[in-house]
């Protein structure tokens, strides 16, 4: 694993540990979800903050389209495994066994737990460092190589300007092992069923299901 600025060795494995090995591993008592939840937050105002700066012209819209490519889970997997983060995740046998190590969105997960360790243990200016220079210094590539549109966003725009509605988004089923999970998501135009989207982040089925009601062109 690259080096990762947490001195806190207690820290840094908490930030490693799925939930998956709290059965199995002794001493293991606290998974990264918490510090996943913290580093979410911490990531999604620092790349605010970024973008804020960087591109001081751009209406809210934009910025928050580009927020969402850089903080979207494919993105954060990738910065995950530069990191070499998969190698060294803490499962359970059974989900390692199932190839979590390479699961996508456990990666990114990971991803967000470490800066949730890094601010905890380095404070705010060391983990913009570190945001810095494992995702941001990468925009140009993030922004050429994404391929998720945001669909969300032009559904919601394109409703209310003709209805002055805005789209709800609902999980109807969530399915499969914790490393494979597979969501499908129903989004609503006046408690109305207008499509369904499935995806293995509930954020990916959302996007899918925006898409598909675009793609319906349904007279709004």
């Given at each position: 694993?690259?080096?990762?600025?947490?001195?806190?060795?207690?820290?840094?494995?908490?930030?490693?540990?799925?939930?998956?090995?709290?059965?199995?591993?002794?001493?293991?008592?606290?998974?990264?979800?918490?510090?996943?939840?913290?580093?979410?937050?911490?990531?999604?105002?620092?790349?605010?903050?970024?973008?804020?700066?960087?591109?001081?012209?751009?209406?809210?819209?934009?910025?928050?389209?580009?927020?969402?490519?850089?903080?979207?889970?494919?993105?954060?997997?990738?910065?995950?495994?530069?990191?070499?983060?998969?190698?060294?995740?803490?499962?359970?046998?059974?989900?390692?066994?199932?190839?979590?190590?390479?699961?996508?969105?456990?990666?990114?997960?990971?991803?967000?737990a470490v800066i949730g360790a890094v601010y905890l243990d380095q404070g705010l200016e060391k983990t913009k460092k570190f945001i810095k220079e494992n995702l941001l210094i990468k925009l140009n590539t993030i922004f050429q190589d994404v391929q998720i549109t945001d669909y969300k966003s032009k559904l919601q725009e394109l409703w209310q300007k003709k209805r002055k509605a805005t789209p709800t988004y609902k999980i109807s089923k969530a399915s499969g092992p914790d490393h494979n999970k597979l969501f499908e998501v129903k989004v609503y135009l006046n408690k109305k069923v207008i499509s369904t989207g499935k995806g293995k982040s509930k954020q990916e089925a959302q996007q899918q299901a925006a898409k598909v009601a675009l793609e319906k062109k349904i007279k709004v």
């Open positions: 694993m690259k080096k990762i600025p947490i001195s806190n060795k207690k820290l840094l494995i908490t930030s490693l540990t799925h939930r998956s090995a709290l059965n199995e591993k002794k001493g293991s008592k606290t998974s990264n979800e918490r510090l996943e939840f913290l580093g979410d937050a911490v990531l999604e105002i620092i790349v605010s903050d970024h973008l804020y700066h960087l591109y001081p012209k751009l209406p809210e819209g934009e910025l928050t389209h580009m927020r969402a490519q850089i903080v979207q889970t494919k993105t954060l997997a990738a910065a995950a495994k530069k990191l070499e983060l998969g190698k060294h995740l803490i499962f359970s046998k059974g989900e390692k066994k199932a190839g979590g190590q390479n699961n996508i969105s456990l990666l990114a997960d990971c991803f967000e």
